[in-house]
Nanobody, 125 residues
Framework: QLQLVESGGGLVQPGGSLRLSCTAS????????IGWFRQAPGKEREGVSC????????NYADSVKGRFTISRDNPRNTVYLQMNSLKPEDTGIYYC??????????????????WGQGTQVTVSS
């Protein structure tokens, strides 16, 4: 069974930074496309970023381009989401997810097959 665990969330002031981690157990992350999604209160889950397998191609939502960076650390079986210049509208629960279908990674659709439990990110002064 695929198991994903997110960490690194917290409370940060606007303009600050956080680095989220997504660590896998029971499988190798580099065999899967890994996406980050977020869900704000009262809103639908939305795609934030995705990193593909092998070539490590990356994709970002327009709202986070230039501020967020997704990366892999294969020896640690971990994917990171570095978030800089955070805004209040970045607040939400952040989830990582794994899937083998590249189209889902390209389109950042929230229908990935395996999900973590999420980590809360709050951007507020």
């Amino acid at each position: 069974q695929l198991q994903l665990v997110e960490s690194g969330g917290g409370l940060v002031q606007p303009g600050g930074s956080l680095r989220l981690s997504c660590t896998a157990s029971g499988f190798s992350l580099d065999d899967y496309h890994i996406g980050w999604f977020r869900q704000a209160p009262g809103k639908e889950r939305e795609g934030v970023s995705c990193i593909g397998t092998s070539l490590g191609s990356t994709n970002y939502a327009d709202s986070v381009k230039g501020r967020f960076t997704i990366s892999r650390d294969n020896p640690r079986n971990t994917v990171y989401l570095q978030m800089n210049s955070l805004k209040p509208e970045d607040t939400g629960i952040y989830y990582c997810a794994a899937d083998r279908v590249f189209r889902r990674c390209v389109l950042l659709t929230p229908d990935f097959g395996s999900w973590g439990q999420g980590t809360q990110v709050t951007v507020s002064s």
